[in-house]
């Protein structure tokens, strides 16, 4: 039968990449019945708010939901709508794998893992100004949060993975040098629940900086990397950069009460409304949704069509050194479905 799912195309290159993507699974024969919702900018557009409530009742509804990317406005305007969904949803858990698919590029075979803490952390966003004198902004204070309950759950939820995936390791990644409290408690909820894995899954940890290094000079040394909010963030995008970009990298945001499937990156201007956005992340992250709907058997189908196009095919788009436009690239793949 036909599974519920809310769409949503989302702002700048969103729109080109999730036609793209809905082409693709309809060619797939995807189970997804699209219930298409707007927001970011083009939900203050449409309906005043960038995160409408009908939006927020759509997702209530199906519990899954494929989001195109987002615009923030940075510094003033509204708080981000993806931190506020994650929120709103409790979706805690960020699973970003990045694999090598185009053979050439600067790194070869990475098949990585990075397993985001998606609620908590300096994303809470507790933050405000002291005025000193006549200056409104002269001091600018933020207060990040984490938990005992969520460190542990996110953590565990990194084993878990491993586990079920055939996967070796789990990364434990902080500063617990310096932010001893904040992210000193990530670390030590990695070794309590290591624990229950021994002899299983084995566990390390790093701080954060010299991971980022550790990620170019050697990258291959991991398996899971499991961290705090803004660390995770900021390594995705960096561990996309092993695999040829942002254009590559597919995210799943995973909770209680709903999952929500997503490129990491976000809305690109730059290139937005000239139908040349690498379409992948978003499809890559709809090969995520169809397994979480257990559709492995759909997904594997995807994945393979991918390949082939991008290795047997060489089509590819101008980030990947090729020069198709994101439609042709859809139809490339869907040719290889058939
Ligand atoms: P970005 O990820 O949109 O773009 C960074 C660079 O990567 C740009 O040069 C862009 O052209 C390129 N790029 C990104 N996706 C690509 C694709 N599919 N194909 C080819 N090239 C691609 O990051 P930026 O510019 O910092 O952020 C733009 C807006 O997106 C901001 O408003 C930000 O808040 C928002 N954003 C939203 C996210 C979401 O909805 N989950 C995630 C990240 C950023
Ligand atoms: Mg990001």
């Known amino acids: ?46 309906a005043g708010d960038p995160l409408p409530g009908a939006l927020i009742d759509s997702i209530r509804r199906t519990k899954l939901a494929l989001k195109g990317p987002l615009t923030t ?35 070869e075979d990475i098949d990585l893992v990075l397993v985001r803490e998606n609620i908590e952390g300096l994303y809470v966003a507790f933050e405000h100004f002291i005025q000193v004198g006549d200056d409104p902004h002269a001091v600018a204070i933020s207060s990040g949060v984490n938990t005992h309950a969520e460190a542990r759950r996110i953590v565990r939820f990194a084993f878990e993975y491993a586990l079920a995936h055939g996967r070796k390791k789990v990364t434990v990644v902080h500063k617990a040098n310096v932010l001893k409290a904040l992210t000193g408690l990530f670390l030590q909820a990695g070794r309590e629940i290591a624990k229950e894995y021994e002899g299983r899954i084995a566990m390390d940890d790093r701080i954060v900086d010299a991971c980022a290094m550790q990620l170019v000079m050697n990258p291959w040394q991991f398996d899971v990397i499991v961290t705090t909010n ?21 995210g799943a945001n995973i909770g209680e009460k709903a999952a929500i499937f997503e490129a ?21 992250a709809a090969g995520l949704m169809l397994k979480h709907v257990e559709r492995d058997d759909l997904a594997s189908k ?6 082939q ?26 040719k290889r479905l058939a």
Do not use: C
């Open 1 to 46: 039968g036909k599974i519920p799912a809310t769409l949503i195309p989302g702002d700048g290159i969103g729109p080109e990449i999730t036609a793209a993507v809905t082409r693709v699974l309809d060619a797939l024969g995807a189970p997804f019945e699209w219930d298409l919702q707007q927001g970011g900018m083009a939900g203050i557009q449409s």
């Open 73 to 107: 406005p940075v510094g003033g305007g509204f708080r981000s709508v993806n931190v506020r969904l994650r929120e709103e949803f409790g979706l805690y858990a960020n699973l970003r794998p990045v694999k090598t698919m185009v053979p050439g590029g600067r790194y």
């Open 230 to 250: 803004l660390f995770g963030d900021i390594l995705s995008d960096q561990m996309s950069g092993l695999v040829g970009g942002l254009g590559m990298a597919p």
């Open 264 to 284: 990491v990156h976000g809305s690109a201007p730059d290139i937005a409304g000239k139908g040349i956005a690498n379409p992948l992340a978003l499809l890559l």
């Open 302 to 307: 995807l994945r393979t069509a991918i390949e």
């Open 309 to 334: 196009t991008l290795q047997v095919d060489n089509v590819r788009t101008a980030d990947l050194g090729g020069k198709v436009s994101t439609a042709d690239f859809a139809g490339a793949v869907i």
